[in-house]
């Protein structure tokens, strides 16, 4: 059975064994850092208290950490509990109040004796031009002083929990860290001048300066290094265990796919044709294939994994392709069924709303094998969905979706393909921290005829242009997306938002202006979308509903409130909706001002171009990985320690490091085996380790 070394038991045990942290505390502590001794390590400082700055107090500046000596004048106890106790403090600059929030006068007067000299350390404020600490931090002697540590470091906090209390409670669980076996390659170290893992880790602790706050200082560097070789080994060894599982070529006859591309309107673009290939030959080969189809939005993935599919389906086996909303699962089905049925495929759709007979119906034809195609959303996970020989699952708009549903659904299969279709272009560097090295085919030239969308930038105090401007496009037979401002953590406020504009436009516009919004039930929903695809509505107010995939080839116009509370990569979606068609096509960002540097720099990016993967680059780079892809939703991991912002290099050679020690030692069976094992477990990759084989 695999187990967590003893080595590691004192880090996965729950915070509130450490000293002066009781339930209340726990809570606290838990909202900043986690709930385990491990994750406290994890939580790194985000400044420092350098005691060596000792600032007279004129010459304390306004905001900043000071440790100021001083001779205690007066206590000023109030009558209102209301009012703040507080203490007058001089030097020869100056005086300074000590202010406590229902201060006890009996403590106070006791270690602020008046007369006598204390030294001070916290936060120096300004309040009616007079200088000011609020509940210093530390109130000592000289002779207490001197047993301080010259510096401190400051921690990450939440309403409710003080410096103090935060630092006491990492210490300890610093303290309790042991020294582990070494894990990383000893040459490797040395090149980098790299301390063992308990050295570095106590060091991060213990920043000197603002300097040792730095990602890129040794000691950060080799924890997020530690970080990232336990996210990429463990990414190997998943894909060793699936790989390692197949063994069934699929050779597909061609036949129904030339039907098929007979019956497309249009040429099939190179880098389709190479994807094509590449597919081909992974499921020709008896290994698993696990490849990555990245495509800008509208490049032409549908088509790619249709033609993929009838492959498994001329070999005589069953394709499912899962998509992560139910209008998405729509529009693939609308998009391939005619295409199957011009090959005489049967296909069908199967989502959550599908219930009692039809889902039954569907379900028996799906365990017989008398249907070769399926397609849907998450319901295509539920244990009652059992295929008689599923050869190739295909993945929508992966980073929607976590690494359990994926494995699930290829775990409907017995060596089930896995292609996964992601439309927002990942760097390289994302991809490798999300899917360890999957193979990779990439769409990169746009469909012929497309043409370039002209996106321009706007203050929306300016609305009524855009409205006067809007109803020429439409009297001129355009069609138009309107999506609608977020607002942040609450769906509900993002519909009002949506409804509100959704009537203003239905009163302004002389046209018919429709709603789609996430709150809205399934059927309504589609019926909207129906109408707005038949142009029987040309104005369609959304929310970011219709980020992805959604495909309206007539739709020209696309108009965005509020574009700065986007990020770049769902901007970038967005706008991927029009520029569809042979028409040309617009994109109009509205804005509220004033800007921040990073809107503006965003906004520019969504002027200059148009590529998504260069758009996907700049969005890393302004925002670091955590938010890139909306974390939580992403099935990305959070790294706590790395910043794929700045450690890239990092991660590029913990790839590389993953393939070698694979390669060498696929069981992890050497004594760096042993210490590798150790460290995925550290980061809780507990699963990846289970797949060994004396796991
Ligand atoms: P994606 O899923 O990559 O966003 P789709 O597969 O939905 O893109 O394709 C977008 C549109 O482009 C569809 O209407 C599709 O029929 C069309 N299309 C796909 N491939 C080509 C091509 N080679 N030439 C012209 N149009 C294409
Ligand atoms: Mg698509």
Known sequence: MAQRPDILFPLFVQIRTLKGVGPRIEKLVERVAGPKIVDLLWTLPTGVIDRSHRPQITAAQDGALATITVRVEQHQVPRNPRVPYRVRCSDETGVIDLVFFRGDKKYLQSVLPVGETRIVSGKVDYYRGEPQMTHPDHILTEEEFADLPPYEPVYPLTAGLTQKTMAKAVGQAVDRAADLPEWQDA????????????????????????????????????LAYDELLANQLALGLVRARM?????RPIKGTGELRRKVIAALPFELTGSQKQAMEEIDADMASDLRMLRMLQGDVGSGKTIVA?????NAVEAGAQAAIMAPTEILARQHYETVQPLAEAAGVGIALLTGRDKGKVRDGILTHVADGSLPILIGTHALFQEDVAFKDLAIAVVDEQHRFGVHQRLALSGKGQLTDVLVMTATPIPRTLTLTIYGDMDNSQLRDKPAGRKPIETRVMPSDRLEDVIAHLQKALDAGARAYWVCPLVEDSEALDVTAAEERYRHLSATLKGKVGLVHGRMKGPEKDEVMHDFQTGRLNVLVATTVIEVGVNVPEATIMIIEDAERFGLAQLHQLRGRVGRGDKPSSCLLLYQGPLGETAKARLKIMRETEDGFKIAEEDLRLRGSGELLGTRQSGMPVFRLA???VHGELLAAARDDAVMILQKDPELESDRGAALRTLLYLFERDEAVKRLRSG
């Open 187 to 222: 040459s490797w170290l040395k090149q980098q001048d790299w301390q063992n893992w308990l050295a570095a880790l106590r060091e991060a602790h213990q920043p000197e300066a603002l300097s040792s706050l730095d990602p890129l200082t040794p000691a950060r560097q080799r």
């Open 243 to 247: 790989k390692r599982l197949s063994g």
């Open 306 to 310: 249709l033609l993929a599919m009838l």
């Open 643 to 645: 910043d794929l912002s």
